[in-house]
């Protein structure tokens, strides 16, 4: 946690949620009252078919929605592709950019996420910016110089702690059941706070800096509390209202 800083939890579903699923948004918004409201934000960032109908069953509840990818550009010749405008008609909050999965298996570049960024702004969406080192990269010592690189090229200038969220996820802690050692996250989550502080100044100082990676229930307490690690991008435990809550619950005594 970082003073000052309210924590966020989003869970991302990707490609998982059809209509029955919807009723895990009912069980989360009433899940999340008004004192653990107080400690935290909490996002929900369903597939895009999901996307209007949940921000219309979240109204009027502290829960808010998100999407999971963005196109750059306003509109026009894109066949599939979704607009930050969209997502911001849709009424949602936060736009996921530059997941692992994105880069990996659209080949989304740093600089093709940083065009994503700034559409986000542009439709005034809170970007949540993913970044991460892979295993090869990990056990080459290499992960403090790949988000260094990620940080510059795929963080635009102008990013605020109201437009941008940074959040790490080691891509091999993605769905593995695998996190880093707690002084690790906290290691790392330093690194990237002096990155941020160094080239956004107070903006970098108060940026909200998630840890996502095989969060879970019983990992809750242990991850969430540690220095700089100022929430969570849950996947798979995001997908059953009860599993999303019990993360959020690491907050209540807060
Ligand atoms: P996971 O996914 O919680 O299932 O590891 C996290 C993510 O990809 O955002």
Known sequence: MTPDIKPLVAGNWKMNGERDKLDQLALLAAGLDAELAEKLDLAVCPPATLLYV?????????????????????????????????????????????????????????????????ACWRADLTAIVCIGETEAQYDAGEAESVLRGQISNSIPDGAEEENTVVAYEPVWAIGTGKTPSPDDIREIHAFIREELAERFGGHGERMTILYGGSVKPSNASELLMIENVDGALVGGASLKAADLLAICEAYRKT
């Open 54 to 118: 949940a921000t219309t069953l979240a109204e009027d509840t502290p829960l808010m929605v998100g999407a999971q990818n963005c196109h750059a550009e306003v509109e026009g010749a894109h066949t599939g592709e979704i607009s930050a405008e969209m997502i911001s008609d849709c009424e949602a909050d936060f736009c996921i950019v530059g997941h692992s999965e994105r880069r990996t298996d659209c080949g989304e570049t740093d600089a093709d996420v940083a065009a994503k960024v700034k």
